[in-house]
């Protein structure tokens, strides 16, 4: 097999710089919020436009906002267990190629609930969140698409661009 076409970067073995473990806390984190209100407010949307639709009813408001109400609460039930018992782990690797992160098992098992959790109350946007964090268990970013960065010691992150 030849590496004709491959560049440097993908022919070069990939070494770790620095590594270091982080725990993420959920009912803190603008970004999960961010994320499981357009998930939750999106589905209930859609539900709450299918009820109108069907009833023409001002009840379709109340089921729409019911729905919401209902998964939002399981959100915080959840994320406060995960606080209390300390949050996800995640690892942070800089290396010779890019940026990795590697969840825990908890955010794992977390992803797991978020699916199931979307499967019973019937919330689609929860069911493609759980997926969704359950893809992004391992995430990899080449310095060539980091542009900028910002760290920030108040809020425990670094923002890439």
Do not use: H
């Not at 407010?41 to 436009?49: K, S």
């Not at 959790?117 to 310095?143: N, R």
Request: proline share 1%.
């Amino acid at each position: 097999m030849s590496n004709e076409g491959l560049s440097a970067a993908e022919t070069t073995p990939e070494e770790i710089c620095l590594v270091w473990d982080a725990r993420i806390r959920v009912l803190s984190n603008a970004a999960v919020w961010g994320g499981m209100l357009a998930a939750f407010g999106i589905g209930a949307c859609l539900v709450t436009v299918l009820f109108l639709a069907i009833s023409r009813s001002v009840w379709a408001l109340a089921v729409g906002g019911g729905l919401f109400a209902f998964v939002m609460l399981i959100f915080l039930l959840v994320g406060l267990v995960i606080d209390l018992f300390g949050g996800f782990r995640v690892t942070f690797a800089l290396t010779t190629l890019g940026v990795r992160s590697i969840a825990g098992k908890g955010a794992g098992r977390a992803a797991d609930a978020a699916f199931w959790t979307g499967v019973l109350a019937g919330s689609a946007g929860a069911v493609g969140a759980g997926l969704l964090a359950k893809a992004e268990q391992s995430a990899f970013i080449p310095y060539g698409q980091i542009a900028t960065s910002r760290a920030s010691n108040r809020k425990s992150s670094v923002r890439s661009g």
